[in-house]
């Protein structure tokens, strides 16, 4: 275990961050799949923004979880991955 999975568990333990950590979740998650998906395609985030007709500054705020994009954006993303969108509820 390396010391950010140390800090975690500690940080988990704590109520406040632990209801936090979950409620942003989804946008972390989302994050996460937009960076693997541009890497593997080997796309920049200006690429990708140009393929959306969008701003590289979009892409970066998705990419760091710093808004929560449309489900309409999630569609222009995924036809831009040439990939489809699902969306569960676990």
Do not use: C, W, Y
Not at 1 to 29: I, W
């Amino acid at each position: 275990m390396d010391d950010f999975d140390r800090m975690k568990k500690r940080l988990l333990k704590n109520p406040e961050f632990k209801k936090l950590h979950a409620e942003t979740r989804p946008e972390f998650e989302i994050a996460r799949m937009v960076i693997r998906a541009r890497i593997e395609r080997g796309l920049t985030q200006k690429q990708l923004a140009d393929k959306l007709h969008t701003r590289q500054s979009v892409i970066s705020r998705v990419e760091g979880a710093n808004t929560t994009p449309s489900l309409s954006f999630l569609k222009r993303l995924a036809a831009a991955f040439n990939t489809t969108l699902q969306v569960q509820f676990k």
